[in-house]
C-alpha cells in the first residue's frame, strides 16, 4: 500500500500511570474512525511519532500548573510537571505544523493557555445552577454557540455532557472563540475558526460513544487529518 493511502496517524497523549479507561476509549474512537494511534506519555514521548502524526489528541489528567499562565496558585493543584511539558511540546509542533488537533479536558485548557489564555483556578465558587459533582454520566447540558464549527459537527443547539474537571477557560487564547457553554456560563468548548480543525471540550466524549455526535468529534478529526495538504 502506498504511503499516502495509509491510514491516517493520529497522536495520543495521556499520564505515564493510570487514566486507562479514557486512553483505551479516546485509542478505540479514533480507530473505529479509521484511524491508526500511537501513544505519547512523559516515559515514551516517542518523537519520530509527533512528527510522523497527521492529528493530535490530548487527553484529560492532572490540573494545569498555574506557573504556566503566569498566576499563582490560588487553590493547591494537582498538577504533573512532566505531563505539563510533553503536552505543551506537542501542542506547539501540532500548531507549527498545522495538524487537526482535539484537546479533551485539560487538554482544552492547555491549549488556551498554550495560545496565551489562562484559567480559573477552581469552578464550585462560579457555580449557580449546576453541581460541581465529578461524573462520568452525561448529567450536565452544554449549550452550543449558534454558527460555530461545534454546531455543525454535533448537528444540535444543546446536549448532555459529562464533567471531571477542577479548572476551567477564563480568559481566551489568540484566535479562539466560546463554542459551548454551560448552564453556569462557564466555556465548555472553543475553536480556532482561522485554524486547520482545531478544537478543545472541558468534558469526556469518549466516556459517551454511544452518542452519534460525540463520536464525530473523534471522526471529524480523523477526517481532517485524512485531508490534511501535508499528506
Known amino acids: 500500500m502506498a504511503e499516502q493511502e495509509r491510514p491516517p496517524l493520529i497522536a495520543v497523549t495521556g499520564p505515564?500511570?493510570?487514566?486507562?479507561?479514557?486512553k483505551f476509549l479516546v485509542q478505540l474512537a479514533l480507530r473505529l474512525a479509521g484511524a491508526r494511534t500511537a501513544l505519547l506519555t512523559p516515559t515514551q514521548p516517542r518523537p519520530e511519532v509527533q512528527e510522523a502524526a497527521d492529528g493530535v489528541v490530548i487527553t484529560g489528567g492532572h490540573d494545569i500548573d498555574p506557573v504556566l499562565y503566569a498566576a499563582a496558585p490560588a487553590v493547591t493543584p494537582q498538577s504533573d510537571p512532566e505531563r505539563d511539558a510533553l503536552d505543551s511540546a506537542v501542542i506547539e509542533r501540532a500548531l507549527e505544523r498545522g495538524l487537526p488537533l482535539l484537546g479533551i479536558c485539560r487538554g482544552a485548557q492547555l491549549l488556551n493557555v498554550r495560545l496565551g489564555g489562562n484559567l480559573f483556578q477552581e469552578l464550585r465558587s462560579r457555580r449557580k445552577h449546576t453541581s460541581n459533582r465529578w461524573t462520568i454520566f452525561p448529567l450536565k447540558t452544554l449549550c452550543i454557540e449558534p454558527n460555530t464549527e461545534l454546531q455543525q459537527l454535533i448537528g444540535c443547539d444543546r446536549a448532555r455532557i459529562n464533567s471531571l474537571h477542577n479548572q476551567g477557560i477564563d480568559q481566551l487564547g489568540e484566535g479562539l472563540v466560546v463554542a459551548?457553554?454551560?448552564?453556569?456560563?462557564?466555556v465548555q468548548?472553543?475553536?480556532a475558526p482561522l485554524h486547520y480543525w482545531l478544537r478543545g471540550v472541558q468534558w469526556h466524549p469518549e466516556f459517551l460513544l454511544y452518542n452519534r455526535g460525540q463520536r464525530r468529534l473523534f471522526s471529524g478529526l480523523v477526517e481532517a487529518a485524512r485531508q490534511h495538504?501535508?499528506?
Open 229 to 231: 495538504p501535508s499528506r
Open 189 to 191: 468548548a472553543i475553536e
Open 16 to 22: 505515564t500511570r493510570g487514566s486507562h479507561a479514557p
Open 180 to 186: 459551548g457553554r454551560d448552564l453556569d456560563g462557564i
